[in-house]
């Protein structure tokens, strides 16, 4: 018989303390957040593990660009499936335009009038994908002079990546580091339709199969995976699905808002996802309920506390 111990907080204590005392508890939210960070603490500590990383909603807009890319860069995470909407953010800023911060409580009407858009309790300029799409054609004028007429997503945003010059930026850090990110959403982004409108007189086509193909391929190819899925969405079963082949992976974290009720993937629990071979069965997969900007913040912060040895 276990008992639920009651959480001590205390002046000065670390995140990985926290995170500790949230494990002794063993209850509830505070339990799952314990045994999830212990399941990315492995991922980041063995060496055998590829790590994948999905996410979607708007968390570059939402604060955590500079979170994901020092992943990246450190090493940590070594493919990233993402939806279009968190690449035309990670452009946006690499561009020099900032996200805002604003209110639920918004006048729409109001924000149209003076070019901001709203993503949740955020804003953002109009004008700066009026940026983006010039500086869009211009990258695509330079690709399309190499004779570049055929590309994957993950090639092409490799090349964004080696031409933007933003150290905080996903797309230059995943570059940098040889981090495919694939994007198999790509077209329904804001991107993607500035990148048909561009290719309506150019020569130009997207291979969505390579993308799959590379996919498929680096999971096959590894050791063990680990999957960090951040939200749902065509990211999350992307993800999974491909893992399928070899079984499923071999650790699983997924943090969301949404509910298992309605029998959507977004919600759906991975245990579930067991029955589909997604994942493996056994003590190896948790599922948190919780807004992504605040649990997966804690479990990162403990988790990197833990494998540099500072506790």
């Known amino acids: 018989m276990r008992f639920v111990e009651q959480i001590r907080l205390n002046a000065g204590m670390t995140v990985n303390q926290l995170i500790g005392e949230m494990g002794r508890c063993g209850a509830l939210g505070a339990g799952k957040l314990a045994e999830a960070t212990d399941l990315i603490t492995e991922m ?17 807009a939402g604060g955590l660009r500079v979170a994901i ?22 452009i946006v800023e690499a561009l020099g335009y900032r996200h805002i911060r604003g209110t639920f409580l918004s006048d729409d009407a109001k924000l149209r009038a003076r070019g901001i858009g709203r993503i949740g309790d955020i804003y953002i300029q109009q004008k700066a994908f009026e940026k983006l799409e010039k500086w869009l054609h211009r990258m695509m004028d330079e690709l399309a002079a190499d004779g570049k007429e ?7 945003l490799a090349e964004f990546g080696r031409r933007l010059r933003d150290p905080n930026s996903i797309l230059v850090r995943a570059a940098e580091r040889n981090v ?3 994007c198999p959403g790509f077209l329904d982004s804001i991107l993607g339709f500035q990148l048909w409108g561009w ?12 993308d799959l193909d590379a996919l498929v391929k680096r999971v096959l190819e590894a050791r063990k995976v680990g999957a960090i899925i951040l939200g749902g969405g065509v990211p999350k079963h992307f993800l999974l699905f491909s893992n399928s082949y070899r079984g499923g992976v071999d650790l699983a974290v997924q943090v969301t808002m949404d509910r298992p009720e309605p029998g ?22 948790r599922t ?4 992504v900007t605040i649990a997966f913040p804690i479990m990162v912060a403990a988790a990197l506390e833990r494998v540099k040895g500072k506790s």
């Open 150 to 156: 055929k590309m994957s997503v993950r090639e092409l």
């Open 199 to 210: 290719s309506q007189t150019k020569k130009f086509r997207l291979d969505l199969i390579s």
């Open 69 to 90: 890319s020092s992943l990246i860069e450190e090493g940590y995470v070594h493919v990233l499936v993402t939806t279009g909407a968190n690449i035309v953010h990670d």
């Open 264 to 285: 959507g993937l977004s919600g759906a629990s991975l245990d579930e996802a067991v029955s589909w071979s997604k994942v493996k069965a056994g003590r190896n997969a």
């Open 288 to 291: 948190v309920i919780c807004d």
């Open 180 to 182: 495919p990110i694939i």
């Open 44 to 60: 980041f500590r063995r060496k055998e593990y590829t790590v994948c990383l999905s996410i979607s909603g708007p968390l570059v």
